[in-house]
């Protein structure tokens, strides 16, 4: 523990039995009252063994783990603090407490007991989107009598990615793929546009090998064609703070559209579909490729983690992607931005949605000029819309 004035160690407590006492052995001294001096003495004593119990360097070691470090908001993660040495030495206790995003959250520590090692755990909030701070741990020595306390930081800082809180999304939006002739007939048999390349794994087509690149590379890379017959889906969220008005400020209204991103987004990677991301700022763009085995893709992860960190910014312009040929064409926005200006931005998809976040009760689905509105107060709201207008 770092050395520290004996003034600065005392409580509040301290300082008022201390100031106490110096009046008794002034007043008995003044007086000729020896019990009365004595009684001052014997309240200076206490203070004093308190500040120089905690004062006294002590053995005391911290270690903590924090796992999962990536999580998803709202759901479980759990801090685990080992402490080595003895917690009650003479006048002096432990307590503890992990800094978790500026708070401190207490660490109730069980009473070990002749053990010199105790291991507890504990859980640790995630209250918000983003990189969450967790540490360092603060270990507090304090007398028994409450008199001294003085504490230290100790630990390292880790940083927890907390991904957007999972909204239920049962289902996507119907889309017609373009054949090459420009009709809207889906094709049966895959497309000849290359999205990328992948390493070869377990239930690959074989055929779709690229072996120009496996050649040059030594290592098995599999093409990823555009297959006219899978719809390719497109995501545009607003992260321009003027188009989010709401009595709280903007952020809570874009937490709301970042949440229904997060989930139209895990419900086109978990169907195999390849998804385009974008920012209206164009400061975010990311592309996932369509997977047929779906399995897990960095892409996807990303996507993830980008989510995860994304916020506001002060800019009005929208410099989005250049819109491709999109099935399914969507934009999440807020109530103040101007939806006729967000619908050109769609593109000529087969199915353009635009879905706002509103904080008035007026709520629901309604088509305009062949784009379909979406309105909700949340990202529950919007999700149940969509999902109702993807059933019809």
């Known amino acids: 523990m770092p050395s520290a004035r004996p003034w600065s160690v005392l409580t509040v407590r301290g300082r008022g039995t201390a100031l106490t006492g110096g009046l008794l052995v002034g007043a008995g001294v003044a007086w000729h009252y020896p019990l009365l001096g004595g009684l001052g003495g014997a309240l200076l004593a206490v203070v004093v063994a308190e500040v120089v119990s905690v004062l006294v360097t002590g053995d005391a070691r911290v270690h903590r783990e924090v796992s999962p470090r990536v999580v998803v908001r709202q759901e479980p993660c759990t801090g685990t603090l080992r402490l080595t040495g ?12 992990d ?10 520590l069980p009473d070990q007991g002749p053990a010199r090692t105790v291991e507890v755990s504990y859980p640790i909030p995630t209250p918000r989107r983003g990189l969450l701070p967790v540490g360092p741990v603060h270990l507090r020595r304090h007398g028994v009598a409450g008199m001294a306390a003085t504490s230290t930081a100790t630990g390292q800082v880790e940083q927890v990615r907390v991904l957007p809180r999972r909204i239920p999304l049962a289902s996507m939006m119907p889309g017609h793929r373009r054949s090459p002739a420009g009709t809207d007939l889906s094709l049966e048999q895959g497309g000849t546009d290359l999205l990328g390349l992948h390493e070869y794994a377990m239930g690959d087509d074989l055929r779709r090998l690229h072996w120009a ?38 952020e809570p209204l874009f937490e709301e559209a970042v949440e229904l991103v997060a989930a139209v987004c895990r419900a086109a990677v978990e169907r195999g579909l390849p998804l385009r991301f974008a920012s209206l700022s164009g400061r975010h763009r990311v592309l996932v490729p369509g997977s047929p085995t779906r399995q897990p893709q960095r892409e996807a992860r990303d996507l993830d983690w980008m989510l995860a960190e994304i916020d506001l910014v002060d800019r009005t312009e929208a410099r989005p992607d250049p819109a491709p040929a999109d099935d399914v064409a969507l934009v999440v926005t807020g109530a103040a931005a101007d939806r006729h200006e967000l619908a050109l931005l769609l593109g000529d998809a087969a199915t353009r949605v635009v879905a706002a976040v509103d904080p008035t009760p007026l709520v629901g689905a309604e088509q305009r000029s062949g784009v379909l509105v979406l309105r909700g107060a949340g990202s529950l709201s919007l999700a149940a819309a969509w999902d109702e207008a993807a059933a019809r």
């Open 86 to 97: 003895r917690r009650r030495r003479g006048l002096v206790r432990f307590d503890a407490m």
């Open 99 to 108: 800094e978790v995003d500026g708070t401190l959250v207490p660490v109730d």
């Open 213 to 250: 690149t496996s050649a040059r590379t030594g290592t098995l890379m599999v093409r990823e064609d555009a297959d006219p017959a899978v719809p390719q889906v497109r995501v545009l969220l607003d992260d321009r703070a003027c188009g989010y008005h709401g009595p709280d400020g903007p």
